[in-house]
């Protein structure tokens, strides 16, 4: 079975610019997570999507948005890109039992 | 509010010798606790959880963990480290339910261990 899919792995861009990340959760699962791992910063929680919609948000600004698909895909998106926007992007789905798992991240880069 | 903590940045043991990784815990109500490890440039995999029932928890690679509710702790363990078990660990919490985060994860600052030979 396969897990949690997260394209593209690099990505790079210049100031300004908008960045679209993909996930695909496991099959079965219903929610996705965005996590948001910068240098320094730890893991921070950024959305949470569940059938359709957006459940929760972190304490991020509007410019950091996204959205879910009927099949439960998801996009991130970053518009007006900002050099600390640099930084390592994990989607997850949650199992039964409430544990996350996650993909291999998305790594952008901000120039 | 949750939220977890782990106090050290770095543990270093030599292979062969038990390694604790510290984790304490605030949260209203059950808690939900995770550990997982990350490698570098790779994404978080999951080691193990808890969630009610025995205290000791088995997960994988050998990792086990231990709940005290009195201390509020969640400390991650292996009897015998190996080299390859060098990497970040990351405690977290479950949000309580009621406040409608879902299965959202709060997590600690990371606890990077190293083992030597």
């Known amino acids: 079975e396969a897990g949690v899919t997260q394209s593209p792995t690099h990505l790079i861009k210049t100031r300004g610019q908008q960045a679209t990340l993909r996930c695909s959760p496991i099959?079965?699962?219903?929610?996705v997570y965005w996590y948001q791992q910068a240098l320094g910063l730890g893991l921070q929680f950024l959305l949470w999507?569940?059938?359709?919609?957006?459940?929760n948000r972190g304490n991020f600004p509007p410019r950091f948005s996204g959205r879910q698909f009927p099949n439960y895909s998801s996009e991130l998106n970053v518009n007006a890109l900002e050099l600390e926007d640099s930084a390592l992007y994990l989607c997850?789905?949650?199992?039964?039992?409430?544990?996350?798992?996650f993909g291999e991240g998305s790594r952008l880069t901000v120039l | 509010a949750q939220s977890v903590a782990q106090p050290e940045d770095q543990v270093k043991v030599a292979e062969g010798n038990p390694l604790t990784v510290k984790c304490t815990y605030s949260?209203?109500?059950?808690?939900?606790l995770f550990w997982y490890v990350q490698y570098p440039n790779r994404g978080l995999q999951f080691l193990l959880k808890?969630?009610?029932?025995?205290?000791l928890v088995k997960g994988s690679y050998g990792f086990e963990a231990e709940f005290n509710k009195s201390q509020t702790s969640f400390h991650l363990k292996k009897p015998s480290a190996l080299v390859s078990d060098s990497a970040l660990y990351f405690c977290?919490?479950?949000?309580?339910?009621?406040?409608?985060?879902?299965?959202?994860?709060?997590f600690g600052t990371g606890t990077q261990l190293k083992v030597e030979l």
């Open positions: 977290a919490v479950r949000l309580n339910i009621l406040t409608g985060g879902g299965n959202k994860l709060t």
């Open positions: 808890y969630i009610t029932g025995d205290n």
């Open positions: 997850a789905s949650n199992g039964i039992a409430g544990e996350l798992f």
């Open positions: 999507y569940d059938e359709g919609e957006e459940r």
């Open positions: 949260v209203s109500g059950n808690p939900y």
């Open positions: 099959s079965g699962h219903t929610s």
